[in-house]
């Protein structure tokens, strides 16, 4: 395999097909690179724009251009919303980051990257909904019935869940990752008389902070430069159900607004004065148990009497043992059609193997390793050991007895086999955990909050990691195009 070469990549080719606008300008402002998303952002010829000062092409001056204060200040400009207009009249409202270019420490220019804020709106309700759910008329596509099990403590939830479908109070959910909350939510609906009515999911913590009270009330034409009129998701939803996931990544701000949603039963546009009575039902989730979270500051403590008037408790997957069989027998089920496969049942080995793994991922964890599994078979009716994914092995808590199954699929011998695992494995845990720290802690920038959300973890417990492994949350703070943070 060749080596890569950074010298040898197409770096225009990359930048010139990136989804967000890319302008990069010389140290005196004058635009050397200006690529097709950018010219569709403002409605402009590209080939006008390059060799031009960037307060030329745009309305702004060297104190209120984003790129100007960057060339002038040396230092990144991070998710400004800029509303200007072009040379020629058209009107733009985006988010943009703006970095300094160095080369042998000199500055040599700046790097903008901008995304259009009705374009990244519109992408984000998109993909809140599911292909399944955008075939269907509602979009809600899960039922009681696809909750699979006969665990009391999920039994019982179902039965809250149940009765309460059918109440006007709001409903909240607590469960970790994987614990099937979406899946509640939509069942909740499916249940309720306001089943022909709009579900509409909404994932606080996927959402930008400054789109979010936009998308969630709406606009009024004349809020800010550039706005139109667009009914929020709270009015699109009314008559049916709105499902407020992760309801504790949503800025305190904007909690109090919801707050008097809640209370008043009417929603008001930004930029209107008018409002708009509302009939709703609302359900939320969190990750975490509440009293956490509240004593964190990350949820107030009236939101969480208002949305959790109906509380329900979704246990993890190492509670709830006692359903393993069936659920490995509805995904196997399941993926044999998927994958065109004719797989029965698991071994011994990997059925002891699962009620002792402490399942961090839960259900959609378990759902996976067998997806994953069912890959590997190779025309095998039985899913063995040597077809699972590798990091159940690391996360297993106990000496594994490594069995002839395994054996026979890794071609190794039984002694060989239990040496290897049994003597590497509290090092390999502790690898695999330190790993997935990072992981987390790249996924979210370098937010030790939501990093801690990310794995399920209380903040307390997730700093107690970082100190044990000797990581530091700023080592991470970089931005999505890998520019790290000043």
């Given at each position: ?87 020629l009249g058209r009107v733009a409202n985006i988010i943009n980051n703006v970095y300094p270019l ?101 994932n606080c913590a996927a959402i930008p902070e400054n789109l979010l009270e936009g998308i969630l ?77 509240i004593q964190e500051g990350a949820l107030r403590m009236d939101l969480f009497y208002r949305m ?179």
């Amino acid at each position: 395999m060749d080596k890569l070469d950074l010298d040898d990549i197409d770096i225009y080719r990359v930048l010139s097909s990136m989804h967000e606008g890319v302008v990069i300008s010389d140290a005196t402002g004058i635009i050397r690179v200006y690529n097709k998303t950018q010219a569709i952002i403002d409605d402009f010829d590209s080939r006008e724009a390059i060799g031009k000062k960037i307060t030329e092409v745009y309305q702004l001056t060297d104190d209120t251009s984003p790129t100007m204060r960057c060339l002038k200040s040396g230092r990144p400009i991070m998710n400004e919303t800029l509303l200007y207009q072009t040379r020629l009249g058209r009107v733009a409202n985006i988010i943009n980051n703006v970095y300094p270019l160095y080369k042998s420490g000199k500055l040599i220019g700046a790097i903008n990257f901008s995304k259009d804020y009705q374009l990244l709106e519109k992408t984000i309700v998109q993909d809140m909904v599911s292909p399944q759910q955008k075939k269907s008329k509602n979009s809600a596509v899960f039922n009681f019935s696809d909750i699979i099990g006969l665990n009391p403590e999920m039994r019982n939830a179902v039965k809250i869940a149940m009765m309460s479908s059918n109440s006007p109070s709001s409903i909240m959910i607590y469960g970790r990752t994987g614990t099937g909350k979406e899946l509640f939510a939509q069942s909740i609906h499916n249940h309720s008389s306001r089943k022909k009515k709009p579900f509409i999911p909404i994932n606080c913590a996927a959402i930008p902070e400054n789109l979010l009270e936009g998308i969630l009330f709406g606009t009024s034409k004349g809020a800010f430069t550039g706005a139109i009129d667009k009914s929020g998701l709270f009015e699109q939803a009314n008559g049916g159900t709105v499902f407020l996931d992760e309801l504790d990544s949503m800025p305190l701000t904007l909690q109090a607004k919801l707050l008097r949603v809640i209370q008043e039963k009417k929603v008001r546009k930004l930029g209107s004065l008018k409002e708009i009575d509302l009939d709703i039902k609302l359900i939320s989730s969190v990750g975490q148990p509440p009293l956490e979270i509240i004593q964190e500051g990350a949820l107030r403590m009236d939101l969480f009497y208002r949305m959790g008037v109906v509380f329900i408790m979704l246990p993890p997957l190492r509670e709830r043992k006692d359903d393993l069989r069936k659920l490995v027998g509805h995904f196997i089920a399941e993926y044999n059609d998927v994958l065109n496969v004719q797989v029965l049942n698991i071994s011994k080995n990997v059925s002891d193997l699962f009620e002792q793994y402490h399942w961090p991922g839960n259900v959609r964890e378990l759902k996976h390793v067998i997806e994953a599994s069912m890959n590997m078979v190779s025309g095998s009716r039985t899913i063995k050991l040597a077809h699972l994914p590798p990091h159940i092995f690391a996360f297993s808590k106990k000496d594994l007895s490594i069995g002839s199954d395994y054996i026979a699929g890794q071609g190794h011998s039984q002694s060989q086999a239990k040496k290897a695992y049994s003597s590497g494995l509290s090092q390999t845990q502790a690898d695999s955990e330190r790993q997935i720290i990072c992981d987390a802690l790249e996924a979210s920038y370098g937010n030790a909050a939501k990093a801690s959300r990310y794995l399920g973890i209380s903040p307390q417990s997730f700093h107690y990691k970082l100190k044990k492994h000797g990581l530091k949350r700023k080592d991470f703070a970089i931005n999505r195009f890998g520019v790290k943070k000043v």
